[in-house]
């Protein structure tokens, strides 16, 4: 009886430890998309055209997506500063990676293509679409 009572106790906690609602990859989304405005400025100021994935990627190809923008944000921008670290190391974290797995079902992979496949792009319209897919993967997660 005591332990029903204690699980009784603990579910209601944590409950209302979270009281916004927010799923935790919706979190970890909403902290990358803060990390990302913080850097912003620096990364969207560089002289580069980067390979960049479009504003309309299909819902299985986020996720492939996401690696994309992470890929060049190590190799084209060269991270160097420590925010701008904090912010790839974020994209990084599997949270992250959850958050923008819509594809979930198990079928077979989509058909998204490769990173050096996307046009390249100067550094704004690169930070602009990642920040548009972080958006779309609250706006999804909150949905839910």
């Known amino acids: 009886m005591k332990l029903l009572w204690c699980l009784l ?20 989304l909403v902290e990358v998309l803060e990390q990302l405005n ?15 994935p479009p504003q309309n990627i299909e819902d299985c190809c986020c996720l492939s ?3 994309c923008f992470r890929a060049n944000l190590q190799v084209q921008f060269n991270v160097t500063e420590r925010k701008e670290e904090k912010f790839y190391r974020s994209l990084k974290h599997p ?16 058909d998204c293509k490769t990173c050096d496949s996307h046009p390249k792009e ?18 999804r997660l909150s949905l839910n």
């Open 9 to 28: 106790v603990l579910c209601c906690c944590s409950s209302l430890a979270d009281g916004t609602g927010m799923t935790l990859e919706r979190r970890k």
């Open 38 to 52: 913080e850097v912003q400025e620096s990364l969207q100021h560089r002289q580069l055209l980067v390979n960049t």
């Open 65 to 67: 997506a996401l690696r």
């Open 95 to 110: 949270i992250t990676e959850r958050g923008l797995d819509f594809c979930r079902s198990g079928n077979a992979m989509p």
């Open 122 to 139: 100067n550094a704004r319209e690169f930070v602009n679409r990642l920040k548009s897919l972080i958006q779309r993967a609250i706006s």
